[in-house]
């Protein structure tokens, strides 16, 4: 037999347990959109590739990842977000689950595979997500939009390494004073290694304790000056 199915009551009590557990209080509504991406994720897994995770809604393992994860770095977020672009979008984690969090509608999802984009439209239309935007595409191909250059407060990649060279070609996506947010697994480094203007590191956080996590955060300088919060 296969896994039971798990009502939304039950699932949406899962998560706000998960979520309390790793420190965050869901807003209200939130949990139940959550839903609506996870189980359509699920279901759209059973058929392609979107992600390697185990997706039974038994498995707090991927709730964790997908969703929890997401919505912790959304603490770290320093400033309003109005625009975020988020690069290699894959099954639409974490950047949907933090564009709910964050409340953020205008998001650019970048993902080169049709397949992965022809999902991540379908999210966005079942969350009625009407100023959110797919783009099929390398985001090197992006850079030659200008529409797109320093439009964005926050760029979200989740990513084992970043090289220097892609980081610098990146920025150019976020507005001065914006911030480059990267998701690692316990695997990979703690720190982005050697920056230059106009980015510097602001700090790495923690995610979740049980998966050994991290969010590196990095700003973008304005006229010199890493911005800080206030």
Do not use: C
Request: without cysteine; aromatic residues 4%.
């Amino acid at each position: 037999t296969g896994p039971r199915t798990v009502s939304s009551r039950e699932f949406q009590a899962r998560l706000d347990r998960r979520a309390r557990r790793a420190g965050v209080v869901l807003a209200p509504g939130l949990s139940a959109k959550l839903e609506v991406y996870f189980k359509l994720l699920a279901a759209w897994n059973a058929k392609m590739n979107l992600t390697g995770l185990d997706l039974s809604e038994q498995s707090p393992a991927a709730i964790d990842r997908l969703l929890i994860e997401p919505l912790v770095a959304a603490k770290h977020v320093t400033g309003p977000v109005t625009r975020m672009i988020d690069i290699g979008s894959g099954g639409g984690s974490p950047a949907i689950p933090l564009a709910l969090a964050l409340s953020s509608s205008r998001v650019v999802l970048v993902e080169a595979k049709t397949r992965k984009s022809v999902f991540l439209r379908e999210a966005l239309r079942a969350l009625e997500m009407t100023e959110a935007e797919v783009a099929t595409s390398r985001f090197e191909e992006l850079l030659t939009r200008p529409p797109l250059h320093e439009a964005h407060e926050l760029l979200t990649l989740r990513a084992v390494r970043v090289e220097g060279a892609v980081l610098m070609n990146l920025q150019a996506f976020v507005k001065p004073g914006g911030e480059v947010f990267l998701f690692r697994a316990a695997s990979g480094a703690g720190s982005p290694g050697t920056l230059v203007p106009p980015l510097s590191w602001r700090a790495t956080f923690p995610l979740l304790e049980s998966q050994g996590s991290r969010l590196v955060v990095l700003s973008k300088r304005i006229d010199g000056r890493a911005h800080r919060s206030t």
